[in-house]
Structure formats: C-alpha cells, structure tokens
C-alpha cells in the first residue's frame, strides 16, 4: 500500500509540474491575454530578432505586444500589428525602432514618442520607422575595412 501513496504522490508533483510548465509558456509566447489595448501598426525594412509575443515598451517599460507580422509582397517590408496597453497615448509623430537589450539579448519594439499634441488613433499606422540593426552585418564591415568614404592618399 506504501508504494501507491508514493506513485500517486510523485504522480500528481510531475502534473503539477507539467501544469505550471504549460502556464508559464503560454504568457511568455504571449498567448495570455494581459489585459485590454489598442491596436496599431507599422512597416519596417528589417524585422531582425521580432516575433508575435515580442515586447513593445516606452521609456524602457512593457506597454504592449506585437501580435503580427507579415511580409507585404508589393513593399518587400514587415507589416506589423502591435497592441498598446488602454490608458496609453502616443503622439501622432512618434517613431518605431527595433531596438537590442544588449550584445546577447533579443530585440524588442520601442516607442520613441513625439511632441505632436494630437494622438493617434486605435488602428493608425506610425510611420517614422526605423529596422533592426544586423550585429553581424555591422561586425563584417569591421573585419572588411568597411568603406567611410574617405580617400587613403
């Protein structure tokens, strides 16, 4: 009888565990639903390191998530659709720019906002957008002797 108290136990910590496991993943794959926002979008030339589920922060604080990107076949840009947490405005000059935590880190989305004092409204696109910036890219110029334009004479 001691062995089943045992399985049962050591049974229902692996559920638990499993459980617990399974909640964490869906809010960090941001399938939880965080609360009410509005939507807005933006296109980049470079969507490098971003994801749905991905951070949109303002002044370093999480405001939203992106929850969808897809290639435009007639731009060749990165249509995105982002939420922007309720009680939050944006001026309607603000820029977009894909931002890095870091030499490690993963990117995220930052809203760099503008003095404009009209808003913009639920469904709006930003315009002034700025891509990713490729680390390895950047490192090639480097190494090659990337071209500044001046002359070596």
């Known amino acids: 009888m001691s062995h089943n108290t045992t399985e049962v136990l050591a049974g229902g910590v692996v559920v638990a565990a499993a459980l617990a496991f399974a909640i964490y993943a869906g809010q960090a794959a941001g399938l939880s639903s965080g609360g009410?926002?509005?939507p807005l979008t933006a296109s980049?030339?470079?969507l490098e390191g971003v994801t749905v589920g991905t951070d949109v922060r303002l002044a370093?604080?999480?405001?939203?998530?992106?929850?969808?990107v897809e290639l435009n076949p007639e731009t060749f840009r990165a249509d995105t659709r982002f939420t922007v947490r309720d009680?939050?405005?944006i001026p309607d000059d603000s820029s977009v720019v894909i931002s890095s935590e870091g030499l490690l880190g993963g990117n995220f989305v930052e809203i760099m906002p503008g003095g404009s004092p009209l808003n913009l409204e639920p469904g709006e696109e930003i315009l002034d957008t700025q891509g990713a910036v490729s680390l390895i890219s950047?490192?090639?110029?480097?190494?090659?002797g990337g071209d500044d334009g001046e002359d070596a004479k």
Do not use: E, M
């Open 44 to 46: 980049f030339r470079s």
């Open 138 to 144: 950047l490192l090639v110029k480097f190494v090659a």
């Open 60 to 68: 370093g604080v999480k405001i939203g998530t992106v929850t969808g």
């Open 87 to 89: 009680g939050i405005v």
């Open 36 to 38: 009410a926002g509005y």
